[in-house]
């Protein structure tokens, strides 16, 4: 049976990306994806672009939040995948059938506890981009390897950890170094799994 990968979408006022990110995640050629979008109460028209898509989502939270790291976390209590990744509004795969190259991973890596590759970076008006390369985990102790888009972390892990609300930007950081130092095993694959936006939160 195929994993079951959760993909996680958290969004506060992006009516202008958050279809093309949704679209994304439907377009994909696998079959066991569970989605859930965590949106932190948008004022704009968000929410209504969500809802035309609601019978291919999984959960919806609409509600005032901490903070990305608490939309995130809110996010991760509402999965039940085997594998999670955010793709957050603004974010989309690199291409369609990304998910299906992942799961044949998945058991070439004897189940690793997170498995990480390269993403591209473009920015927001879409002028210039570049490719960045996954670096080796062991240089986690000095700096962020890889995005966390392009990472896919093993579903009883994460919820057993979520992200610490005392950071504000860099709490996955801070939950992928704890990870790797208490020992869980990280695989790296030589693909381009998401594309992210040059922006912000």
């Known amino acids: 049976m195929l994993p079951k990968i959760s993909i996680i979408t958290v969004v506060y006022n992006d009516e202008q990306y958050i279809s093309k990110t949704i679209e994304s995640v439907l377009n994909q050629s696998y079959d066991n994806i569970e989605y859930i979008i965590v949106d932190g109460g948008s004022t704009d028209s968000t929410v209504e672009r969500i809802k035309n898509y609601t019978d291919a989502i999984d959960a919806f939270i609409s509600e005032k939040d901490r903070g990305i790291y608490d939309g995130m976390n809110k996010g991760i209590q509402k999965s039940s995948g085997d594998y999670l990744l955010f793709l957050n509004s603004g ?9 299906n190259v992942i799961s044949g991973y998945i058991e070439k890596s004897g189940n690793a506890d997170i498995i990480y590759g390269d993403f591209s970076v473009k920015s927001e008006d879409a002028n ?8 080796d985990v062991g240089s986690i102790k000095k700096e962020m390897v890889f995005s966390h888009q392009a ?13 610490d609300l005392k950071y504000r930007i860099c ?6 170094l704890k990870s790797y130092l208490e020992g869980a095993k990280f695989y790296k694959v030589p693909e381009i799994i998401a594309t992210v936006s040059n922006g912000g939160l």
């Open 171 to 176: 709490a996955d950081y801070n939950f992928l």
């Open 128 to 135: 210039f981009g570049f490719i960045r390369k996954a670096g």
């Open 151 to 163: 990472c896919f972390i093993k579903g009883d892990l994460h919820r057993k950890n979520n992200y």
């Open 91 to 99: 974010d989309f795969f690199h291409n369609n059938n990304i998910l």
